[in-house]
């Protein structure tokens, strides 16, 4: 356990918000050849996140919910390029539902210089 501590880096906050503004937002969507390292990416994150959820004896229904919803459309293949925007799609939706609720619940913060002692402020984003 304490080898785990000792490699633990904090969840990068903005990096996440970043990219799920790229995908849900930006009116330019991301390149077909970038969509496999960004659902490589919010996979990822995802996951890390889904842990810290479900880590938590008092996580609702609802979270777990959304842990499982985001895992599963993670699986889904997006190699072919067939349907693979929408899937990376489908999975940022997920994780910023699950983001938010991490961030809600488990006092994430942003974790760059600048603001580093604020609670990150997605309000701006659409659901």
Known sequence: ????????????????????????ESPVPPLDRELVYIHWQLRSWHARLGNIASADARCPGSVLRLVESGREI??????????ALGTVRRLAT??????????????????????????????????
Not at 1 to 16: D, F, N, Q, R, Y
Not at 120 to 127: I, L, Y
């Open 74 to 83: 993670g699986l889904d293949p997006i190699g072919d390029g067939t349907g």
């Open 1 to 24: 356990m304490i080898a785990g501590l000792k490699t633990w880096t904090p969840v990068p906050v903005v990096e996440i918000v970043a990219t799920l503004d790229r995908v849900l």
């Open 94 to 127: 997920a994780l910023s539902a699950l983001l938010d609720e991490v961030v809600h619940r488990h006092g994430l913060r942003v974790d760059d210089g600048e603001e580093e002692h604020n609670p990150v402020n997605r309000a701006r984003r659409s659901p």
